[in-house]
């Protein structure tokens, strides 16, 4: 019988986590504070993290001890199995081995909780009696809600209003935790009632529950903010993952020729392929895809700044080119130098060739998902379809090419809360084409009431 | 709709348009240009200025938006005091 999961005992639940700052081809430079001039240090960040994360945030050591406490909560869930996706493999008619690491086994259905653990650990230890935080749909809310369960910590999350009011189920998951969620904009914060005076109606933002989480760690009592991805300290914790699927991977005899990961922030994407990645500059041969959402191609073209190294404040020229549905986009890998938000660390690798991203489009992402649902059963989290796309790509070019390459991805979570997403997609209510001009104007008609910034004048379609 | 890639939840235009307190978000234009000639609309829509304030901002490191946001906290706080 073909073995399908390759399960590690709790015995081989990795000890440390790996520290990619240590073997980067090129070292990460501090930003500059926009006060002093000066590099950021602990004391700027001091108001709203611990010192040991800030500690770890900066940390030159290759491997850090992973703390017995977090060991303890880790084996929960870790090692998370991993899989051969046979059925998929077959259903593409591919020679490629498709192996692929559930993540989605966490309690809260993602990877978010390999870091949402050791964050609400270190700031037990460092005296923290309450924890802040911001969240979209919810999918970090509710794996820092988790955490500060089982530290005994208070959780405040200020969820944007209008996925407040889309997800019910993320929130509820929170408040199931013991988590106290609230719509962003709130009335709690000066921040919050500052947007609240200017629009009542405000559906929110990321922006500005970031601003509400953060003021509220700084003004709260025993207090700090934390935050999901991005940060060092996060692809820090997340490499667990990646160092046991080395171990599985070693399990199953085989290597990846190709390890793929969708690649927002960069958190899930880096705790796979980190370990990895070191075994490429140390001389294996390995190409590690980042996936991201297809952006607008003119944007991708010119020169390029990117948000870890902008400390001369490189300004990105955006040469805007008109685009319509007869524009056919340049070669999506361009769009690889450009990151809004992603985490410095992966776009620097990026930079150093050692990872290269590509695109996908977002009906792509979700036919994936609806491919692999029907093929390994697993509904994926939206985000995580777009890994399962370009592994399709993949195996199929391994079809056309006949090459038995090995393809190991980062299945970082479970769409079971997404179905709304699912069902828009299946209604055809999601596109990735022209929209039609009855549905421009519609857009356009929802916004009119809202307010509008000074000098406003309407435009003409 | 399309599926916002801040928030993780379907979106419409209407949303996109306004997100950035009542400016476009920064990339309005990476979500929607395959729909409609969504330069074209902004250029109409917004003055030089906030086009600028929308696009042409340096994109800065996570770490200076959060020390920026601690200082804004801090001045928050020193005001209530």
Redesign the interface.
């Known amino acids: 019988m073909e073995v399908k999961k390759i399960f590690l005992p709790e015995s081989e639940l990795p000890r440390q986590w790996y520290n990619i700052l240590a073997d980067m081809p090129t070292p990460m430079e501090?930003?500059?504070?926009?006060?002093t001039g000066k590099p950021?240090g602990p004391e700027?960040?001091a108001?709203?993290f611990p010192m040991n994360l800030i500690e770890q945030e900066v940390s030159p050591k290759r491997f850090i001890d992973i703390p017995e406490e977090v060991l303890k909560i880790y084996t929960i869930w870790r090692p998370t199995p991993m899989y051969r996706a046979y059925n998929l493999e077959k259903f593409l008619k591919t020679p490629a081995k498709i192996y692929f690491k559930n993540e989605g086994v966490s309690p809260a259905g993602s990877h978010k909780p390999n870091t949402s653990v050791p964050q609400a650990y270190y700031n037990k230890v460092a005296g923290t009696k309450r924890i802040t935080t911001e969240t979209?749909?919810?999918?970090w809310g509710s794996a820092l809600a988790m955490a500060c369960a089982f530290f005994g910590l208070e959780c405040k999350v200020y969820m944007?209003k209008?996925?407040y009011n889309?997800?019910p189920y993320r929130r509820i998951m929170m408040e199931t935790w013991g988590a106290n969620c609230v719509a962003s904009p709130s009335t709690e914060?000066?921040?919050g009632q500052s947007?609240l005076a200017?629009?009542p109606d405000s559906?929110g933002?990321?922006?500005?529950a970031?601003?509400e989480a953060?003021?509220s760690?700084?003004?709260g009592k025993d207090s700090k903010?934390s935050?999901g991805s991005?940060?060092n300290h996060v692809m820090l914790h997340q490499t667990v993952n990646g160092l046991e699927c080395q171990k599985q991977m070693a399990i199953a005899g085989d290597y990846p020729d190709v390890i793929i990961g969708c690649c927002?922030g960069g958190s899930n994407f880096a705790g796979c392929a980190f370990p990895f990645v070191r075994d490429k500059i140390n001389g294996k041969k390995i190409d590690i895809i980042a996936v991201e959402?297809?952006?607008?191609?003119?944007?991708t073209r010119g020169p390029f700044?990117?948000?870890?190294?902008?400390?001369v404040?490189?300004?990105?020229l955006?040469p805007?080119?008109?685009?319509?549905?007869s524009?056919v986009?340049a070669p999506i890998h361009a769009g690889g130098l450009r990151y809004?938000?992603m985490a410095?660390t992966v776009s620097q690798l990026i930079l150093d060739g050692l990872i290269r991203a590509e695109a996908v489009?977002?009906l792509e992402t979700f036919q994936a998902g609806i491919t692999f649902a029907r093929t390994e059963g697993f509904i994926s989290a939206?985000?995580t379809d777009h890994a399962i796309a370009m592994v399709i790509r993949e195996a199929i070019k391994a079809r056309e090419e006949g090459k038995q390459k090995v393809i190991l991805f980062n299945w970082s979570g479970h769409g079971l809360v997404?179905m709304?997403?699912y069902d828009?997609y299946l209604k055809g209510?999601?596109?990735?084409?022209?929209?039609p001009?009855e549905e421009?104007h519609r857009?356009?008609n929802?916004?009119e009431k809202?307010?509008?910034?000074k000098?406003?004048?309407?435009?003409?379609? | 709709?399309?599926?916002?890639?801040?928030?993780?939840?379907?979106?419409?235009?209407?949303?996109c348009?306004?997100?950035?307190?009542?400016?476009p978000?920064?990339?309005i234009?990476?979500?929607?240009?395959?729909?409609?000639?969504?330069?074209?609309?902004?250029?109409?829509?917004?003055?030089p200025d906030?086009w600028d304030r929308v696009?042409?901002?340096?994109?800065?490191?996570?770490?200076?938006?959060?020390?920026?946001?601690?200082?804004?906290?801090?001045k928050?706080?020193e005001?209530?005091q």
Not at chain 1, 30 to 35: A, M
Not at chain 1, 136 to 139: S, V
């Open positions: 501090p930003p500059l504070h926009p006060g950021v700027d960040l108001p709203i979209g749909a919810g999918q944007v209008i996925s889309q997800k914060t000066k921040a947007i200017q629009n559906p933002s990321l922006g500005i970031i601003s953060v003021e760690a700084v003004t903010y935050l991005v940060l927002g959402p297809l952006s607008c191609p003119t944007m700044a990117y948000d870890f190294g902008d400390t404040m490189m300004t990105p955006l805007m080119h008109t685009l319509g549905h524009f986009p809004h938000g410095p489009p977002q939206p985000e997404d709304a997403a828009a209510k999601l596109f990735d084409h022209a929209l001009e421009i857009a356009l929802d916004i809202l307010p509008k910034p000098q406003y004048k309407p435009g003409k379609i | 709709m399309i599926r916002c890639r801040r928030l993780g939840n379907p979106v419409a235009f209407s949303y348009r306004i997100e950035n307190k009542g400016l978000c920064s990339m234009m990476d979500c929607w240009y395959d729909h409609f000639m969504i330069e074209d609309f902004l250029r109409q829509e917004l003055t906030e696009f042409n901002q340096p994109l800065k490191p996570k770490v200076l938006s959060l020390v920026e946001l601690i200082e804004q906290a801090k928050a706080k005001e209530t």
